[in-house]
């Protein structure tokens, strides 16, 4: 039972303290929405937008840099795959040549069988 009562006063200080924020912050959500000027939150922006423009460059540049080693990548991927196509192609052709040999042996060495003699045909 205690933990039941804990719980629910736990869950209860936190309504209240999101219903507190909520109200404190109303007033400046409805100048913002009034279209009146609020100077914190566009001090906040400010500086954000700030930052965005100071890093924009170097951004500009690694972005450049990482499509360069990206396409770099890729052609790279490519003729892997090609190399790979050619040795597997030449694999298969050696293993297709040494079952030839390896039945050509085994044919040389086979035994001959008996022929059987052919039967004359008789006119009845």
Known sequence: MKKHVLAWVIGGAIF???????V?????????IGGLN????????SMFDATKRSLSPDLIKAQAQLNSNMKKMGQTISAQAVQAAVI???KNKISVKD??????????????LPVAASKTQTKK
Not at 38 to 45: H, M, R, T, V
């Open 16 to 22: 209240v303290m999101i219903l507190g924020i909520w």
């Open 38 to 45: 609020d100077p914190g939150l566009s001090a906040i922006a």
């Open 99 to 112: 079952a030839i040999k390896a039945a050509t042996l085994e044919n040389a060495n086979a035994p001959l």
């Open 88 to 90: 597997t192609d030449l």
């Open 24 to 32: 404190w912050q109303l007033p400046n959500a409805i100048q913002r």
